[in-house]
C-alpha cells in the first residue's frame, strides 16, 4: 500500500518506469542513456520533489523544455542529447507528471500558475537565467507566466503546438469548454476517456505520416502514470484550470508585441488538439517570428525531432546569437 501524499514515482514505482523509460540508465534507449552529457535530478521545491532532465555545458546557450500532456521530460529524450551538443538544456517534469512528486488534489492546488511557479524556482535553482523557451501544449501556459514575470530572462521563443490564440481552440475542446462553464462533476466525468490508453495511443499516432513509427514506449511510459489511483483527478483539475490561460492570451499577445522576443514556430499541422489555426495567429504579434507546417501530428519531435533540432540549430545561430552580439 501507499499513501496519495507526495507520491513520488522515485520511490514507488522506480522499479516499472526505469524498465521501460527511454532515456534512463536501466532502458539505454534512443542513445540518452549512455550519453555522458545527460543527467538526472530531482530538486525539492514547496515539499515537492521535482525531477529534470539536464543536458550540455554550463555557459552555453540555454534552452528550456516544457512538456505538454500527458507526458513529462520523456518527450524530450531523443532530441536532448543533440541540443546538448550546442546548448545547455533542462527538461523538468511539472507535479503529477513523470517522476515528479504527485500529491493528491486535496493536498496540492494543480494549477498552471502553481507549476509555473515551481518551474521557475527550478530554473533559479539550476542556474538558468537567461534561455529560450521550448513550448509545447501545457508548456506554452507555464512557460508564457514565467515569460510575463521574467521578460529580460527569454532570449526566444520556440513554440511546438502550443496555444496562445482562440482560434486555435475548435471542436476538441468543446467538451472541455463545457466542463469550464459548469464546473460539474459530470461534465468532469465525461472527459475521463481522454485519459484512457486508446487516447493516449491516439494522441501519439494521430495525423503522423507513419503510425508504425511512433515507438510504443510512449504509451508505455505515461499510460502507467496516468492510471494511477488519484492522477485522473489531477488531469481532471488541469481540465479545468486550462480556462484560466484562455483569460489571460490578451496579456500574452501584448507581451508578444512589446518584447518582440525572436521566436521559431514548428508546428504538426495535423494536430487536431492544437491545429494549425492556432500557429498563423502569432505572426500578428510576431511579424517576423519564423513559421515552419511540419507533416505530422501532436507529437512532432516522435517524427521529425532531427528535423526540428536543426531548424533550432539554425534559428538561434542567425536570430538569438546576433541578436545579443548587438546588444
Known amino acids: 500500500m501507499f499513501s496519495l501524499n507526495r507520491i513520488s514515482p522515485l520511490a514507488g514505482l522506480t522499479a516499472l ?8 540508465a536501466a532502458a539505454q534507449t534512443g542513445g540518452s542513456a549512455t550519453d555522458p552529457l545527460v543527467t538526472y535530478g530531482t530538486e525539492t521545491i514547496e515539499g515537492l520533489d521535482i525531477f529534470y532532465r539536464e543536458a550540455g555545458r554550463p555557459g552555453a546557450p540555454q534552452i528550456v523544455l ?26 523538468p517534469d511539472y507535479p503529477g507528471y513523470g517522476l515528479s512528486s504527485m500529491p493528491g488534489v486535496d ?26 523557451l521550448y513550448l509545447m501544449d501545457y508548456g506554452a501556459p507555464v512557460g508564457y507566466r514565467i515569460a510575463e514575470s521574467h521578460p529580460e530572462r527569454v532570449t526566444a521563443l520556440i513554440v511546438q503546438n502550443g496555444n496562445a490564440y482562440d482560434e486555435g481552440l475548435l471542436e476538441f475542446w468543446d467538451p472541455i469548454k463545457q466542463y469550464w462553464e459548469s464546473g460539474s462533476k459530470e461534465d468532469g466525468d465525461a472527459l475521463r476517456g ?63 508585441r512589446t518584447h518582440r522576443p525572436p521566436t521559431l514556430i514548428v508546428w504538426g499541422e495535423n494536430d487536431p488538439i492544437f491545429p ?18 511540419l507533416n505530422t501530428g501532436h507529437f512532432a519531435l516522435e517524427e521529425d525531432g532531427p528535423h526540428i533540432v536543426g531548424l533550432i540549430r539554425e534559428f538561434m545561430s542567425a536570430k538569438v546569437a546576433g541578436r545579443a552580439s548587438e546588444q
Open 194 to 256: 481522454l485519459l484512457g490508453l486508446d487516447a493516449t495511443k491516439w494522441q501519439y499516432q494521430h495525423g503522423t505520416r507513419n503510425p508504425e513509427s511512433i515507438s510504443p514506449d510512449n504509451w508505455l511510459v505515461v499510460q502507467p502514470l496516468l492510471d494511477r489511483p488519484g492522477n485522473q483527478e489531477i488531469q481532471l483539475a488541469m481540465f479545468y484550470d486550462y480556462r484560466t490561460n484562455v483569460l489571460l492570451y490578451p496579456r500574452w499577445q501584448q507581451y508578444f
Open 17 to 24: 518506469f526505469l524498465v521501460a523509460l527511454p532515456g534512463s
Open 107 to 132: 493536498e496540492f492546488e494543480y494549477s498552471f500558475a502553481n507549476v509555473a511557479s515551481i518551474v521557475d524556482e527550478l530554473l533559479a535553482r539550476r542556474g538558468f537565467d537567461r534561455y529560450a
Open 66 to 91: 516544457l512538456h505538454g500532456f500527458p507526458t513529462s521530460s520523456h518527450m524530450f529524450r531523443n532530441v536532448i542529447p543533440l541540443l546538448a551538443e550546442d546548448f545547455h538544456v533542462i527538461a
Open 276 to 293: 494549425a489555426e492556432g500557429a498563423h495567429p502569432y505572426l500578428r504579434d510576431l511579424p517576423d517570428a519564423e513559421l515552419h507546417l
